[in-house]
């Protein structure tokens, strides 16, 4: 079983995406309260070598042999910038294959400089904004207390004067705390300023973090693909989730380790490899490191640190 490099795995934006995971659980900057991997457990801006790089290059060659994908995806189960050899990694990537090379991250370090350098390399930059001031950044995000939201949006800004790639922000909206038309332009006004190539706009569909996060109504998203200038990310066709280990059981925790799985999509995923679903269900459901959330009248299997 694999330990950092994972999938491939459908993504909406990046095909399939062989993943790439530097960042021990639910390490990470923010603690948003969307999160589809619960609450941060380790909440910190400290860059260090979490894992050695060798162990993630050795795991990464073998993949490239065994699959084909789209995209070589650095994200995670946390925040990857805070990998401090992000940069030798992403060399290590782009000597591997000829694949496009994405990191998927809250953009909340790119102020660093050493960080911004180290990204140069990637093909696509991905980071979020969901908030326009202090006070809804820590609404929303509940940053680590040495962050801003000046300090953050500004790092973007600098980033997108120096960087060469693609960078697609993405906007979560969450209905009532930033999805009325007065919020949706003050994050209009700080996107014009960061000159995204792409805005890409997410709702959360997956278990969130805090109960209460509720998902906008489709008019609210309407309006936010006009006054982001963006796509809704509900419109763009999502593939099927595979895994190569052999046992189903181990294939679905190491995918919800990273991304919460829906109950069709865990029948789905178990019939395709001609398992009995209910003796998968019952074994998920048993597991000490599976927790079952409802939303509405939807079940979702999420990973839990035991």
């Known amino acids: 079983m694999f330990k950092y490099v994972y999938g491939p795995v459908p993504s909406r934006r990046l095909g399939e995406s062989l993943g ?37 290059i050795d795991e990464l060659k073998e993949n490239v ?29 782009k000597e591997l294959t000829t694949k496009k090379c994405a990191v998927i991250t809250n953009g909340s370090l790119l102020w660093n400089e050493d960080v911004r350098k180290e990204l140069m390399k990637a093909d696509i930059v991905l980071p979020s904004l969901d908030a326009w001031d202090e006070e809804s950044f820590k609404k929303i995000n509940r940053p680590h207390g040495s962050l801003n939201f000046e300090k953050v949006v500004e790092g973007m800004i600098t ?30 006004n700080w996107i014009e300023k960061i000159k995204p190539d792409r805005v890409y706009i997410n709702v959360p569909v997956r278990p969130p ?46 995918i919800i380790r990273r991304h919460p799985m829906s109950y069709n999509e865990v029948t789905s995923f178990s019939k395709e490899r001609g398992e009995n679903v209910e003796e998968v269900l019952g074994r998920l459901r048993e597991n000490p490191n599976a927790e079952v959330v409802k939303i509405g009248d939807k079940e979702f299997f999420r990973y839990k640190k035991r």
Do not use: H
């Open 65 to 93: 042999k065994l699959f084909s994908f789209d995209t070589v995806t650095v994200v995670g189960e946390g925040e990857p910038t805070l990998y401090s050899r992000i940069g030798d990694l992403i060399a290590n990537i």
């Open 20 to 56: 790439i995971s530097p960042i021990p659980f639910k390490t990470c900057d923010y603690s948003c309260v969307y999160c589809q991997l619960g609450r941060t457990t380790k909440l910190t801006v400290e860059r260090k070598e979490y894992f050695p790089l060798e162990d993630i």
């Open 159 to 188: 980033f997108r004067k120096e960087y060469k790639g693609e960078i697609w922000l993405e906007v979560m909206l969450v209905s009532g705390l930033n999805d009325s038309d007065e919020n949706l332009l003050k994050i209009a």
């Open 209 to 254: 973090t805090e109960s209460w996060v509720k998902i906008p109504d489709m008019s609210r998203i309407r309006k936010a693909e006009k006054i982001l200038k963006g796509v809704f990310m509900g419109k763009i066709p999502q593939g099927e989730f595979y895994s190569s280990l052999e046992d189903t059981l181990d294939a679905i925790m190491s």
